[in-house]
């Protein structure tokens, strides 16, 4: 006989080689899933409202690079973080796609425009928050898989509060606008830093073993 059966399965296609590199798709949904990535988001909220608020007496046109810039910097965030959903098939993903999108047309808009009325600043930056605090709060009730819904369900709930704030609070000095933008950005971002720690804990918890009896 010619062959043994140690190594017939050589020859097999169930023996190709494996693919050492990681799917796309994968690679971002293990970094828009970790701590670490919630944090940077988090940091890139807080951040430019502490900035917004130590220099209030900023031109509007300071006011609307700084806001244009971490609006853009959000949507890169928002893109990668909305492949960590993927529980309720696929639609808090599309929600997060969306809300990535949000906010790289609000980026864009606001710097294209840099000197823009106050009404027009706190117009763009009102709908955004309020478009996606709304589908925060969505993706936290559609994606079962998620560790921190709870948190994400509260952080859409400020945000919308904070859109609905802007609109119907209409300032007329580029300094009001400055302190309510820069005040709810720090609050935003503080939120971002409690669930970015929570994540962590979580992670974790489920990450040690169990303990023997």
Same mark, same amino acid.
């Given at each position: 006989?010619?062959?043994?059966?140690?190594?017939?399965?050589?020859?097999?296609?169930?023996?190709?080689?494996?693919?050492?590199?990681?799917?796309?798709?994968?690679?971002?949904?293990?970094?828009?899933?970790?701590?670490?990535?919630?944090?940077?988001?988090?940091?890139?909220?807080?951040?430019?409202?502490?900035?917004?608020?130590?220099?209030?007496?900023?031109?509007?046109?300071?006011?609307?690079?700084?806001?244009?810039?971490?609006?853009?910097?959000?949507?890169?965030?928002?893109?990668?973080?909305?492949?960590?959903?993927?529980?309720? !098939?696929?639609?808090?993903? @599309?929600? $997060? +796609? %969306?809300? *990535?999108?949000? /906010?790289?047309?609000?980026?864009? =808009?606001?710097? &294209?425009?840099?000197?823009?009325?106050?009404?027009?600043?706190?117009?763009?930056? !009102?709908?955004?928050?309020? @478009?996606? $605090? +709304? %589908?925060? *709060?969505?993706? /936290?009730?559609?994606?079962?898989? =998620?560790?921190? &819904?709870?948190?994400?369900?509260?952080?859409?709930?400020?945000?919308?509060?904070? !859109?609905?704030?802007?609109?119907?609070?209409? +300032?007329?000095? *580029?300094?009001?606008?400055?302190?309510?933008?820069? =005040?709810?950005?720090?609050?935003?971002?503080?939120?971002?830093?409690?669930?970015?720690?929570?994540?962590?804990?979580?992670?974790?918890?489920?990450?040690?073993?169990?303990?023997?009896?």
């Amino acid at each position: 006989m010619s062959g043994r059966p140690g190594r017939r399965d050589d020859r097999t296609p169930d023996a190709a080689p494996q693919h050492t590199q990681s799917d796309p798709e994968d690679v971002l949904k293990q970094l828009g899933g970790s701590w670490h990535w919630a944090l940077g988001f988090a940091l890139a909220t807080l951040i430019p409202g502490i900035l917004v608020l130590v220099w209030p007496d900023e031109t509007l046109h300071i006011l609307a690079v700084i806001i244009g810039l971490q609006l853009l910097v959000a949507g890169g965030f928002r893109f990668v973080s909305a492949f960590s959903h993927s529980s309720d !098939g696929g639609g808090s993903r @599309l929600a $997060g +796609v %969306l809300i *990535a999108i949000l /906010a790289f047309l609000a980026g864009v =808009l606001v710097l &294209r425009h840099p000197m823009q009325t106050i009404g027009a600043l706190s117009l763009i930056v !009102g709908v955004f928050w309020l @478009l996606t $605090g +709304v %589908l925060t *709060a969505y993706v /936290a009730i559609a994606d079962r898989g =998620l560790l921190h &819904r709870g948190m994400l369900f509260g952080l859409g709930v400020l945000g919308t509060v904070a !859109g609905i704030v802007v609109l119907c609070f209409p +300032v007329d000095s *580029a300094v009001a606008l400055t302190r309510l933008l820069g =005040l709810w950005l720090v609050l935003l971002g503080v939120f971002e830093v409690v669930m970015a720690f929570a994540m962590r804990s979580a992670t974790r918890r489920m990450a040690r073993p169990p303990s023997p009896r």
